[in-house]
């Protein structure tokens, strides 16, 4: 991931009216998606619920009428009467009677020429057809044969509903049926045996419910389903109206109406869409370019711009989604979807307030007219809050502190949602709970991705926030306990020169905290070697009488190089890397080299100066050249015999004429004006600092002191 980061952020050069033109394109193209594929607003409603509003037909459309379809269907079925089956014990005794009578009476032979084979055979079929023949009126027949249901095995005969038993027309129906359907030669054997089974006189019937239901089932799935026209303007629902399924159908009949009849992709709808994406994005540019001329020339800092914005607008985009798939179960749930606080927050951590105020402008706006929610619940709760955020953030200073930050936009947004319910009449019902629920839910979820997101953003887009900074001025980071207990005197030159380049950086609106914490850093190289440094040598030895002028400088410079490796092992942020490296700029180690030119008899030809000379680069900021001030001044500043307020000036006006003299400035946007505001900072700073304190006598000394 580390490799990921270092890939965008090389790839990523300042300055580079290529890079920025791109990430306008980018910026571009997520406007233009998130305002032209935007979802259909229609109020989401719930069965058996009362209606909070009118709700009227926005376009002409149709939808299936369930209502008017069951009148079809009950119609179809008015002309089914019952349908009836031959009681199965019934046609059992009457074939074992039908049996007997062939077995035991010899008179049927007479003229007939059936032989008893084919009377017994028939006997046997004839019990099998009235086991599945089917009988009712003629009305219910003739409309299972139109219906093709079935139309062979049904007798239409008149039956007594109030009596139900077989009728005598049944059988000369039958005998015909069976007469047709068979072949000659067996034509007497039927007439015999259907002439035997009419005698019998205890025929019952019943009513066949198995297949009733299933004709029934037919006739129903014939009926097409009846759609009703709804007129542009029509009523669907009036306010307090309790909510039937046919309401629900015809919002969402309507609403896919309205979808089908945006045509997205006609391309008076995709110019629409991307004038307003395009003025949207000029705009923004053009702010950027007038009241933030910083951010708008750094790539960087508008990638991460960019990608705060796109990310809150995909939020936004993924939440419609959820709530537009499951309207009715989440619809009431997220009322007060509070989503633009998650980009102020990020914005104003990483970039400024001033940036992070006019995005929750534009992004409420832009989410609010666009999004399918309640437009007037969301701009009100996501200003707001987005506001709170702003305010809020200005005094974090730890990362775990975003969640405070979070739990107090819930305090806030909490009278905006007891409000909100007061006006509408629901304040005492569930819906205020779960509107409070809901709402800690999602802020306490974006300060997760905050959090998570806060490394992430500072490594990629080499940002420095206070965050970043207060984390490094733990007295407990390793480097800076080594600088304490190896280097104490580089350790105590560095907090004084924080002091001082803070002061400074203050004074001409620099950012004082990074040019402190970077004090702190400036000079980790001497971690290395400690006793060659001045401020760490106690005693009358010193070191380098026993080292040549030239190796003197060699290791005092080294002590830069040495500074950055020790950061990048330790992954201190670039911006801390580049200030050790420029804090010295291209000066020279003075003292060794008027040594080394008093070894070749002053002769300064004879003299390499590039040996004593710092490898730079020059400072690129107006923090780089305020640390390199006060670290000059500072040390130069132990070396005063006295220390009074125009001494201090005087040493200060030298030592930065001859920063100026050497061009160590040409490189940053430091003015003159700048450096007279730092001088006269540091002058009174050091002054008060160092100043001698009144010397008691013994008998008189304070306790305190």
């Given at each position: 991931m580390n490799r990921w980061m270092r890939s965008i952020s090389e790839g990523l050069k300042e300055n580079r009216r290529g890079l920025r033109l791109i990430i306008a394109i980018v910026f571009f193209l997520a406007l233009f998606a998130f305002v032209h594929f935007r979802e259909v607003r229609v109020e989401a409603l719930e069965i058996e619920a009362k209606a909070s509003s009118y709700i009227v037909a926005q376009v002409d459309f149709s939808f299936p009428d369930e209502e008017a379809t069951i009148i079809l269907r009950q119609e179809a079925l008015s002309d089914i009467s019952s349908i009836y089956q031959i009681d199965p014990k019934s046609i059992k005794e009457a074939r074992l009677q039908v049996e007997d009578y062939f077995i035991r009476n010899k008179n049927w032979r007479g003229n007939n020429s059936a032989t008893f084979e084919e009377i017994y055979g028939t006997i046997e079929r004839i019990a099998d057809e009235l086991q599945k023949i089917k009988i009712t009126d003629e009305r219910t027949s003739r409309k299972a044969c139109e219906s093709k249901y079935i139309c062979m095995g049904m007798v239409q005969v008149p039956i007594d509903t109030q009596n139900p038993v077989l009728p005598k027309e049944f059988w000369p129906i039958f005998l015909n049926e069976e007469l047709n359907n068979n072949s000659v030669q067996s034509k007497e054997a039927i007439k015999l045996v259907v002439d035997r089974y009419a005698s019998y006189s205890q025929w019952n019937i019943e009513v066949d419910y198995e297949e009733l239901r299933k004709f029934r089932t037919h006739i129903e799935a014939l009926v097409e389903g009846k759609n009703t026209s709804v007129k542009a303007g029509s009523l669907i629902i009036s306010e307090g109206e309790t909510v039937t399924d046919r309401h629900v159908r015809q919002i969402a009949e309507m609403k896919k109406q309205i979808r089908e009849s945006r045509n997205l992709f006609s391309w008076n709808t995709l110019l629409g869409s991307a004038?307003?994406?395009?003025?949207?994005?000029?705009?923004?540019?053009?702010?950027?370019?007038?009241?933030?001329?910083?951010?708008?020339?750094?790539?960087?800092?508008?990638?991460?711009?960019?990608?705060?914005?796109?990310?809150?607008?995909?939020?936004?985009?993924?939440?419609?989604?959820?709530?537009?798939?499951?309207?009715?179960?989440?619809?009431?749930?997220?009322?007060?979807?509070?989503?633009?606080?998650?980009?102020?927050?990020?914005?104003?951590?990483?970039?400024?307030?001033?940036?992070?105020?006019?995005?929750?402008?534009?992004?409420?706006?832009?989410?609010?007219?666009?999004?399918?929610?309640?437009?007037?619940?969301?701009?009100?709760?996501?200003?707001?809050?987005?506001?709170?955020?702003?305010?809020?953030?200005?005094?974090?200073?730890?990362?775990?502190?975003?969640?405070?930050?979070?739990?107090?936009?819930?305090?806030?947004?909490?009278?905006?949602?007891?409000?909100?319910?007061?006006?509408?009449?629901?304040?005492?019902q569930m819906s205020t709970v779960?509107?409070?629920?809901?709402?800690?839910?999602?802020?306490?979820?974006?300060?997760?991705?905050?959090?998570?997101?806060?490394?992430?953003?500072?490594?990629?887009?080499?940002?420095?926030?206070?965050?970043?900074?207060?984390?490094?001025?733990?007295?407990?980071?390793?480097?800076?306990?080594?600088?304490?207990?190896?280097?104490?005197?580089?350790?105590?030159?560095?907090?004084?020169?924080?002091?001082?380049?803070?002061?400074?950086?203050?004074?001409?609106?620099?950012?004082?905290?990074?040019?402190?914490?970077?004090?702190?850093?400036?000079?980790?190289?001497?971690?290395?070697?400690?006793?060659?440094?001045?401020?760490?040598?106690?005693?009358?030895?010193?070191?380098?009488?026993?080292?040549?002028?030239?190796?003197?400088?060699?290791?005092?410079?080294?002590?830069?190089?040495?500074?950055?490796?020790?950061?990048?092992?330790?992954?201190?942020?670039?911006?801390?890397?580049?200030?050790?490296?420029?804090?010295?700029?291209?000066?020279?180690?003075?003292?060794?080299?008027?040594?080394?030119?008093?070894?070749?008899?002053?002769?300064?030809?004879?003299?390499?100066?590039?040996?004593?000379?710092?490898?730079?680069?020059?400072?690129?900021?107006?923090?780089?050249?305020?640390?390199?001030?006060?670290?000059?001044?500072?040390?130069?500043?132990?070396?005063?015999e006295e220390i009074n307020e125009k001494n201090v000036e005087d040493l200060v006006n030298r030592l930065v004429a001859q920063k100026i003299k050497m061009d160590q400035f040409s490189d940053c946007d430091i003015s003159f004006k700048e450096l007279e505001m730092v001088k006269k900072v540091v002058i009174h700073t050091l002054y008060v600092s160092r100043h001698s304190r009144i010397k008691y006598h013994s008998k008189n000394t304070r306790a305190e002191d």
């Open positions: 004038i307003i994406a395009f003025l949207l994005t000029v705009l923004i540019a053009r702010y950027f370019r007038l009241y933030h001329t910083k951010i708008y020339y750094s790539s960087l800092s508008l990638s991460l711009y960019s990608t705060i914005v796109i990310l809150t607008l995909g939020g936004a985009k993924l939440i419609e989604y959820f709530l537009i798939e499951n309207a009715q179960f989440l619809t009431d749930y997220i009322r007060f979807p509070v989503l633009v606080p998650f980009a102020a927050i990020l914005i104003s951590i990483l970039l400024n307030k001033q940036v992070a105020l006019f995005s929750s402008f534009f992004l409420t706006i832009v989410i609010g007219l666009t999004l399918a929610v309640d437009q007037g619940r969301f701009l009100l709760i996501n200003y707001v809050a987005s506001l709170a955020a702003i305010f809020f953030s200005q005094s974090l200073i730890k990362r775990k502190e975003v969640f405070k930050i979070c739990l107090l936009l819930w305090l806030i947004c909490t009278p905006i949602i007891l409000g909100s319910n007061l006006i509408s009449s629901s304040f005492l779960y509107d409070l629920v809901v709402t800690l839910l999602l802020v306490m979820a974006e300060a997760v991705l905050i959090a998570l997101l806060l490394p992430v953003f500072e490594t990629a887009f080499h940002v420095m926030t206070d965050l970043r900074l207060m984390e490094l001025m733990d007295p407990n980071n390793e480097l800076i306990r080594r600088l304490c207990f190896e280097a104490p005197g580089t350790y105590q030159h560095s907090i004084m020169v924080g002091i001082l380049a803070e002061a400074a950086c203050l004074a001409i609106s620099a950012n004082g905290l990074l040019c402190r914490v970077s004090a702190l850093f400036h000079d980790i190289g001497k971690l290395f070697n400690p006793n060659y440094f001045t401020e760490n040598q106690f005693g009358d030895f010193n070191v380098h009488r026993l080292l040549s002028p030239t190796e003197s400088a060699m290791v005092i410079i080294s002590h830069v190089h040495e500074g950055v490796e020790l950061a990048k092992k330790h992954k201190l942020p670039r911006l801390i890397i580049d200030m050790i490296q420029q804090h010295h700029g291209t000066t020279m180690v003075s003292y060794f080299y008027q040594k080394e030119v008093e070894l070749r008899d002053g002769n300064s030809d004879l003299v390499d100066k590039t040996l004593f000379t710092y490898p730079g680069p020059k400072p690129q900021t107006k923090e780089a050249a305020v640390l390199m001030i006060c670290d000059t001044v500072e040390a130069a500043s132990r070396s005063l």
